[in-house]
């Protein structure tokens, strides 16, 4: 494992997330690493607006936010429990396009951990996968895919 800088774990809570986010911190410990943990309002619910209404809409996605919001305290509280001191993230839109978009900008990053599991299809771990290739040859990040 090469000496990592800066670190970024993206988490949506869950048992699955919490081994994501366990493994990232134990680099960001083994490594000296910075760590931040990101989280992504999915605001693709116009499904629900058709259905429900722009006020149901409205408050789904605010439930969501704060969800988001929840979900990063944890984790940074983990990471506070093992020694680290990390950051959060909180992005909203298509999570591929917000995670890219997040390390594209910022340069110094040198490790993405993310995770998937095979209970939200085959077709979810295929998309993992396609974005951990593509921010591996178009960043040069090194990504750890976690898959479950």
Same mark, same amino acid.
């Given at each position: 494992?090469?000496?990592?800088?800066?670190?970024? !774990?993206?988490?949506?809570?869950?048992?699955? #997330?919490?081994?994501?986010?366990?493994?990232?911190?134990?680099?960001?410990?083994?490594? +000296?690493?910075?760590?931040?943990?990101?989280?992504?309002?999915? /605001?693709?619910?116009?499904?629900?607006? #058709? #259905?429900?209404?722009?006020?149901?809409?409205? /408050?789904?996605?605010?439930?969501?936010?704060? !969800? +988001?919001?929840?979900?990063?305290?944890?984790?940074?509280?983990?990471?506070?429990?093992? +020694?680290?001191?990390?950051?959060?993230?909180?992005?909203?839109?298509?999570?591929?396009?917000?995670?890219?978009?997040?390390?594209?900008?910022?340069?110094?990053?040198? =490790? =993405?951990?993310?995770?998937?599991? /095979?209970?939200?299809?085959?077709? #979810?771990?295929?998309?993992?996968?396609?974005?951990?290739?593509?921010?591996?040859?178009?960043? +040069?990040?090194?990504?750890?895919?976690?898959?479950?």
């Amino acid at each position: 494992m090469s000496a990592y800088r800066k670190i970024v !774990c993206a988490t949506r809570g869950g048992k699955a #997330s919490k081994k994501t986010e366990e493994r990232a911190i134990e680099i960001a410990k083994a490594t +000296g690493a910075k760590l931040t943990f990101i989280h992504i309002v999915n /605001t693709d619910l116009n499904f629900l607006k #058709s #259905s429900t209404g722009k006020i149901v809409l409205d /408050t789904v996605q605010d439930d969501l936010r704060e !969800c +988001g919001r929840l979900i990063l305290n944890i984790a940074q509280n983990r990471a506070k429990k093992a +020694g680290i001191s990390a950051k959060i993230e909180i992005r909203e839109g298509i999570i591929s396009e917000q995670i890219e978009d997040f390390l594209e900008k910022r340069k110094d990053i040198n =490790l =993405l951990v993310i995770g998937c599991t /095979t209970e939200e299809g085959k077709s #979810s771990v295929g998309e993992a996968r396609k974005l951990a290739e593509r921010i591996r040859k178009d960043l +040069g990040i090194d990504v750890l895919l976690l898959e479950d």
